[in-house]
């Protein structure tokens, strides 16, 4: 199982950024996916999550609802993250998963930093 986020970087406030994360070694599209944060000094969270197959359900924390999007391409077995109106606040490293495997395996995440 492996995961391998992309598309991070450094964006000022008030922009946007679309993190990409492609998935191998399980039936990616039979999984639900959920995309992960960790800022310097805190726990990891989820952030926002996407049913198996279709992709129809779809959830977010509070804190990045109607600025964040999910969603997924099962044929690239990749997963998205498209990220508007980013505040500082959402600076941390982002990672992927697919929590029915028990988050056993991570990969290296991407750093998302939003400063002026």
């Known amino acids: 199982v492996q995961f391998v986020e992309s598309g991070g970087g450094l964006v000022q406030p008030g922009g946007s950024l679309r993190l990409s994360c492609v998935a191998s070694g399980f039936t990616f599209s039979g999984y639900g996916m959920r995309w992960y944060r960790q800022a310097a000094g805190k726990e990891r969270e989820s952030v926002a999550g996407?049913?198996?197959?279709?992709?129809?359900?779809?959830d977010y924390v509070d804190s990045v609802k109607g600025r964040f999007t999910i969603s997924r391409d099962n044929a690239k077995k990749t997963v998205y993250l498209q990220m508007n109106s980013l505040t500082s606040e959402d600076t941390a490293v982002y990672y992927c998963?697919?929590?029915?495997?028990?988050?056993?395996?991570w990969g290296q995440g991407t750093q998302v930093t939003v400063s002026p």
């Open positions: 996407i049913s198996s197959i279709s992709g129809r359900i779809t």
């Open positions: 998963n697919a929590p029915g495997l028990g988050l056993h395996y």
